[in-house]
């Protein structure tokens, strides 16, 4: 068991069930910090693809990790990204590093090393509390913190979000993005089966708001402050 030194609530999920969003959302309303752990895997895909780096070679994804950093600011009022003083919020949000960013996910010493910078982020002096989302915070990253949530919704409504959001692509293209990374991903982590003592959300008729609130509400029945 950890001894976390704050209030750890873990999120996970499929792509465009709402995770940064809401988790973001929720760590503003209860005063907590936020760190998007996806963020970090898009980083080390956005620093392949700048170096030109082979996909398939593990070891050359695993040799940039010392490059990475640790440029994720967790203030969920000022979210920036940076590797080595290069802002790179926006940039690892395009399709050209969503397409890469599972082949990064997949190399076991990745998992490992991030894992590692996560959870102590995670125990960093801070606020009181601090939200995670990801794909295996409930499960790998801390499987004993205090409020664990699996937030999903249906894949047609989840892609639906996802075209909202990227209306330069087809609606196939994004349908596609979304499907294609899901079962790529879950050949690495299991984040459609909520694991034992992991609460599942389901956004799929719930507003914005509506899945804000039920998560905090979850955190406050489980770590009242
Ligand atoms: N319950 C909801 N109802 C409507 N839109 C939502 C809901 N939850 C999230 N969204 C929107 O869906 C899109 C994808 O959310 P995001 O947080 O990026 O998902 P994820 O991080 O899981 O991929 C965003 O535009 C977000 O505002
Ligand atoms: N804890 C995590 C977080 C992300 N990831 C990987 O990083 C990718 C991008 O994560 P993300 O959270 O930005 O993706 P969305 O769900 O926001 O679309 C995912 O598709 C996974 O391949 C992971 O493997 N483990």
């Given at each position: 068991?950890?001894?976390?030194?704050?209030?750890?609530?873990?999120?996970?999920?499929?792509?465009?069930?709402?995770?940064?969003?809401?988790s973001?959302?929720?760590?503003?309303?209860?005063?907590?910090?936020?760190?998007?752990?996806?963020?970090?895997?898009?980083?080390?895909?956005?620093?392949?693809?700048?170096?030109?780096?082979?996909?398939?070679?593990?070891?050359?994804?695993?040799?940039?990790?010392?490059?990475?950093?640790?440029?994720?600011?967790?203030?969920?009022?000022?979210?920036?990204?940076?590797?080595?003083?290069?802002?790179?919020?926006?940039?690892?949000?395009?399709?050209?590093?969503?397409?890469v960013?599972?082949a990064?996910?997949?190399?076991?010493?990745?998992?490992?090393?991030?894992?590692?910078?996560?959870?102590?982020?995670?125990?960093?002096?801070?606020r009181?509390?601090?939200?995670?989302?990801?794909r295996?915070?409930?499960?790998?990253?801390?499987?004993?913190?205090?409020?664990?949530?699996?937030?999903?919704?249906?894949?047609?409504?989840?892609?639906?979000?996802?075209?909202?959001?990227?209306?330069?692509?087809?609606?196939?293209?994004?349908?596609?993005?979304?499907?294609?990374?899901?079962?790529?991903?879950?050949?690495?982590?299991?984040?459609?089966?909520?694991?034992?003592?992991?609460?599942?959300?389901?956004?799929?008729?719930?507003s914005?708001?509506?899945?804000?609130?039920?998560?905090?509400?979850?955190?406050?029945?489980?770590?009242?402050?």
């Amino acid at each position: 068991m950890t001894r976390w030194s704050r209030v750890v609530v873990a999120v996970d999920g499929p792509a465009g069930s709402g995770k940064s969003s809401v988790s973001r959302a929720a760590a503003r309303a209860l005063g907590y910090e936020f760190l998007d752990t996806g963020a970090a895997y898009r980083a080390l895909a956005w620093l392949g693809l700048d170096r030109g780096i082979d996909f398939d070679d593990e070891d050359a994804i695993v040799s940039l990790l010392d490059e990475l950093g640790d440029g994720i600011s967790t203030d969920p009022d000022d979210l920036r990204v940076t590797i080595g003083g290069t802002d790179v919020t926006e940039d690892i949000r395009q399709p050209r590093v969503s397409k890469v960013v599972s082949a990064v996910a997949r190399v076991p010493e990745v998992r490992t090393r991030l894992n590692e910078g996560f959870r102590s982020r995670l125990n960093a002096p801070g606020r009181p509390g601090i939200v995670a989302e990801g794909r295996d915070i409930t499960t790998v990253v801390a499987p004993d913190a205090p409020v664990r949530v699996l937030l999903t919704a249906d894949e047609g409504v989840r892609i639906q979000r996802r075209r909202a959001e990227l209306t330069d692509q087809s609606a196939a293209d994004v349908a596609r993005s979304v499907t294609d990374r899901d079962r790529k991903d879950s050949k690495v982590v299991d984040f459609m089966t909520a694991a034992e003592g992991v609460t599942t959300l389901d956004s799929t008729d719930l507003s914005f708001d509506e899945t804000v609130d039920a998560m905090v509400a979850l955190v406050r029945s489980a770590a009242p402050s």
